[in-house]
């Protein structure tokens, strides 16, 4: 059972507002990384935090941003939503940045309308 | 750079019948390679992964990979199918350097009765 939560598990936005999502990592993991999947794609790799501090950034726009809080959860913040954005955001966390050890949440539904 | 590329975005087979999936990676550095399962509406599970030693990997529910260098394929077999796996099945590939996984498009496998 991963011990990566999410919140929340469905959101509805309309587009030009903004939204923030949270996940909480599993205990004793430092970095977390945010994915984005379309609808019947593959998970896009949208950027990474370690030890609160950005370790690395996928071809998104800067209106896709990140925060890592000392606990180590994190938060994604996306600005002037566009149709495009709706998607499953999926938030996985590590030990450390390598991604062997990588454990996904259950996701966010994001609906922008 | 990294890619992955899954062989049939739809795979049938029946209940008790041989599953494989397929997988062709590209990396010019000693990939690590990983199956992920994801049933509707939820995350992505870790199946299995290979990182170095034994080329041929085991997973949970009975799935086995094999990393092939010299085919650069990393294909998912699983001897008997069960009804229960059904669900989207998703190839990736990262490195020891790197910050992100790339996945592939992902192969929803059905099974017939």
């Known amino acids: 059972e991963t011990g990566v939560t999410q919140s929340p598990t469905h959101l509805i936005k309309t587009r030009g507002q903004q939204v923030t999502l949270r996940c909480s990592s599993q205990?004793?993991?430092?970095?977390v990384s945010w994915y984005q999947q379309a609808l019947g794609q593959g998970p896009q790799f949208i950027f990474q935090y370690y030890r609160e501090e950005e370790n690395g950034r996928g071809n998104f726009p800067p209106r896709f941003s990140g925060l890592q809080f000392p606990n180590y959860s994190s938060e994604l913040n996306v600005n002037a939503l566009e149709l495009d954005d709706s998607a499953l955001y999926l938030c996985?966390?590590?030990?450390?940045?390598?991604?062997?050890?990588?454990?996904f949440g259950q996701g966010t539904r994001l609906t922008v309308v | 750079a990294q890619s992955v590329t899954q062989l049939g975005s739809h795979v049938s087979v029946s209940e008790g019948a041989l599953v494989l999936l397929r997988c062709n990676y590209s990396s010019s550095v000693p990939p690590y390679l990983f199956w992920y399962v994801q049933y509707p509406n939820q995350g992505l599970q870790l199946l299995l992964k290979?990182?170095?030693?034994?080329?041929l990997v085991k997973g949970i529910n009975g799935f086995e990979a094999e990393f092939k260098k010299s085919e650069t394929s990393f294909h998912l077999t699983k001897p008997s199918a069960h009804m229960s796996d059904a669900a989207e099945y998703f190839c990736?590939?990262?490195?020891?350097?790197?910050?992100?996984?790339?996945f592939g498009k992902g192969t929803r496998l059905h099974i017939l009765p």
């Open positions: 205990s004793g993991h430092n970095t």
């Open positions: 990736a590939v990262t490195s020891n350097r790197d910050d992100k996984i790339i």
């Open positions: 996985a966390s590590s030990f450390v940045a390598g991604n062997t050890e990588a454990f």
């Open positions: 290979y990182t170095t030693g034994a080329t």
